[in-house]
């Protein structure tokens, strides 16, 4: 009996020791999580289209140059000018100032994440833990999307300006009745025409979701027989809708579409089956795991009762985040088939609805909900580790041979006879969702679109690639 009482009084002093200072493990936390996304940062070097526009950057002698870039840019390609002015500007600096900057973006992220994640607990480790391991472990195509400096800036730096639009906007809901409506009403609308600006398929969704909390605002403020709408309300929404009209009505999205559907082989109703079709495929491809988590998560709150009526099933954060991230990744069926990238918003969004529903199950005290739900965060965390430790050598792989192609390449190692520079391509084995450098790795054509990049950066005729075994073999020997 005695030793069963010091046991329990030992469980108590440990969870208080945790309670008293749940502030610094959060933190913590944080800190940890930048320090592993910085160094990421730091062994990813400049690859594929950041040559391009490095290229164009350095003719910018000054900012008023960028967005005179920019701005032929949105005539001639992209609608993008949010994120796209965000490459710029990044390539125009030191890669490190980058790295510090993006690093900082990843934790907003997990951090805006966090903000609209309700029924938490102040400073919650748990939630904060299990944001990372999902944003590590199920983001698509981790490399492009968080540290590729193009696609950083795009889906990454995109997706923390629609989310602050989104928490913004949330928050006002809450507490609607705020002094000085008129600039809060400015604001949102500028906060709004960035969001819209970012990104057309997240950008939609992220206004899709707005939309659904407005009208579930509405619905209820209604039945209070209360003001239904603010400035706020119609200046946020405004603005993401003229953000998302100048994106997707720029003249370089209508070229750049008419150039991508010409490989189109259906048209019409078919055409948009057969990209609908895709969608599904590419759904099944990149999120799996979460659909199953997601589906797994409606049953748990079902049988819990949480989505017993319309009303509950309306206004349940995991219901709404679904949906946000259905309209995003379906209304890709629009366009031409884009890359997986694309997808990344919707998987954030997705992401938010699994990690609300663990949350929200956990309310219930019962032992096989705990374990379920702190057994399923402790195997990511797990899982997590190795991840980490195994990416991480690859990337640090990729990096020292980069820097050594990039040497061959100034030094005019290796070159031959006909006056090529040949480099060894990337090994194979070094291969990781966490890098773009197989991706877009140069080829033996030296008209391949990345090998043209190199040439006129490093300023050399022409530059080839081989494997690395057979460059070894014809020049690995060479003083």
Not at 119 to 144: A, H, M
Not at 257 to 285: C, F, P, Q, W
Not at 366 to 374: D, G, P, W
Request: charged share 20%.
């Amino acid at each position: 009996m005695k030793k069963i009482n010091q046991d329990n009084r030992e469980d108590i002093a440990l969870t208080g020791f945790f309670e008293k200072n749940r502030k610094l493990f959060f933190y913590l936390i944080a800190g940890i999580a930048f320090v592993t996304i910085y160094t990421y940062n730091l062994l990813t070097p400049y690859l594929s289209d950041d040559y391009a526009y490095l290229i164009d950057v350095r003719k910018a002698h000054s900012l008023l140059d960028l967005v005179r870039q920019q701005y032929g840019e949105y005539l001639s390609n992209s609608g993008r000018i949010i994120g796209q002015f965000n490459v710029r500007l990044s390539l125009s600096m030191d890669k490190q100032i980058f790295n510090v900057i993006n690093s900082l973006m990843f934790l907003l992220l997990a951090f805006l994440i966090y903000a609209n994640i309700q029924k938490r607990k102040k400073y919650d480790s748990f939630v904060l833990l299990t944001i990372l391991s999902f944003l590590w472990l199920f983001s698509v195509e981790f490399g492009q999307t968080m540290l590729w400096i193009c696609g950083a800036c795009n889906y990454l730096w995109g997706s923390v300006i629609i989310l602050l639009f989104i928490t913004v906007y949330r928050k006002l809901l809450q507490q609607p009745d705020r002094k000085h409506a008129v600039l809060v009403g400015a604001g949102m609308f500028l906060l709004g025409v960035l969001a819209g600006w970012c990104n057309e398929n997240t950008s939609g969704g992220g206004l899709f979701l707005v939309l659904l909390y407005s009208l579930n605002f509405w619905t209820d403020r209604r039945k209070e027989k209360r003001k239904t709408v603010y400035p706020f309300m119609v200046s946020g929404i405004a603005g993401m809708c003229c953000g998302l009209i100048g994106m997707v009505m720029a003249p370089g999205v209508r070229k750049r579409s008419a150039t991508m559907s010409e490989g189109d082989e259906y048209t019409g109703i078919v055409g948009l089956l057969s990209r609908t079709y895709k969608v599904i495929v590419n759904m099944h491809e990149l999120f799996l795991v979460l659909m199953i988590m997601a589906v797994l998560i409606l049953v748990l709150l079902s049988l819990q009762g949480k989505l017993k009526t319309f009303a509950r099933i309306r206004t349940n954060d995991t219901v709404l985040f679904i949906l946000a991230f259905l309209a995003t990744s379906f209304v890709l069926a629009l366009i031409p088939t884009p890359a997986n990238r694309a997808f990344f918003g919707a998987g954030v969004f997705l992401m938010i609805a699994c990690i609300q529903g663990i949350v929200e199950a956990r309310e219930q005290k019962e032992l096989a909900v705990q374990l379920l739900t702190c057994g399923l965060v402790s195997v990511l965390c797990m899982i997590l580790f190795f991840t980490y430790v195994e990416n991480l050598v690859d990337l640090a792989r990729i990096y020292r041979e980069e820097n050594e192609r990039i040497a061959l390449i100034e030094a005019e190692h290796g070159e031959n006879e006909d006056g090529i520079v040949v480099i060894p391509q990337f090994r194979e084995e070094f291969r990781t969702v966490y890098s773009v450098a197989h991706d877009s790795d140069l080829t033996d054509d030296k008209e391949y679109w990345i090998n043209h990049f190199y040439e006129i950066y490093y300023d050399i005729g022409n530059i080839t690639a081989i494997p690395r075994d057979e460059w070894d073999v014809r020049y690995g020997s060479r003083e």
